[in-house]
Nanobody, 123 residues
Framework: EVQLVESGGGLVQPGGSLRLSCAAS????????MSWVRQAPGKGLEWVSA????????TYVDSVKGRFTISRDNAKNTLYLQMNSLKPEDTAVYTC????????????????WGQGTQVTVSS
């Protein structure tokens, strides 16, 4: 059974940092690309970042470039999102998502999702 379990969310002041984790199980983690997506209150789903299966290729939505860093540890079956210089507009539920094995990291198509972790940026 595929499982994706996020952690690391919380309340942080503007300018602060958080590191999200996504623990994966039930599939060969090192063989698939992964993504982070988010949903702000009252808004639709927004893709945030993606990483290739080997971790050598990454991509970001323009609004987080230079502030967020996606990474993965294939030995630990874990995906990360380091978020720095957080802004109130980053407030959202952040969810990790698994890309189907046949697709590359650039595809915004997912077959499994985690339950999400809340990130709130507020003073």
């Amino acid at each position: 059974e595929v499982q994706l379990v996020e952690s690391g969310g919380g309340l942080v002041q503007p300018g602060g940092s958080l590191r999200l984790s996504c623990a994966a199980s039930g599939f060969t983690f090192s063989s698939v690309a992964m993504s982070w997506v988010r949903q702000a209150p009252g808004k639709g789903l927004e893709w945030v970042s993606a990483i290739s299966s080997g971790g050598t290729k990454t991509t970001y939505v323009d609004s987080v470039k230079g502030r967020f860093t996606i990474s993965r540890d294939n030995a630990k079956n874990t995906l990360y999102l380091q978020m720095n210089s957080l802004k109130p507009e980053d407030t959202a539920v952040y969810t990790c998502a698994k890309v189907p094995p046949a697709l590359g990291y650039e595809f915004k198509i997912y077959d499994y999702w985690g339950q999400g972790t809340q990130v709130t940026v507020s003073s």
